[in-house]
């Protein structure tokens, strides 16, 4: 079941679990995967090739650069920005406003 979709522009390739909820003015671009019982808030952007795992939890205005991963039952507060490449574990929780930094333009990894 997805929940609240509207006229969000969501790419058709993404790929989507039971129980999201998808608030206003979402952007997901292609082939992202979002697992079960997301929660996604407004005005958030996705960009390409992103995964949400299980339980997760994305606050308002939120982005997400390409090829990130966020890991099982991890909370991102709103109005955070999450690098490219950004690798974060499970259960972790990220405050509002947080922003990574990926210098190298490799993996970079957070873990609870």
């Not at 990220?94 to 333009?105: F, L, M, Y």
């Amino acid at each position: 079941m997805i929940n609240h979709i509207r006229n969000n522009p969501i790419h058709d390739t993404m790929r989507i679990g039971k129980n999201v909820t998808i608030g206003f003015g979402v952007v997901i671009d292609e082939e992202c995967v979002i697992g079960n019982n997301v929660f996604i808030g407004h005005n958030t952007i996705i960009r390409n090739n992103v995964v949400l795992e299980d339980y997760v939890v994305i606050g308002h205005n939120v982005v997400i650069e390409s090829e990130a991963i966020i890991g099982k039952e991890t909370t991102i507060q709103n109005q955070c920005y999450i690098t490219k490449y950004c690798i974060i574990g499970e259960k972790v929780f990220i405050g509002p406003c947080v922003i990574t930094v990926n210098e190298d333009r490799k993996s970079t990894r957070l873990n609870s």
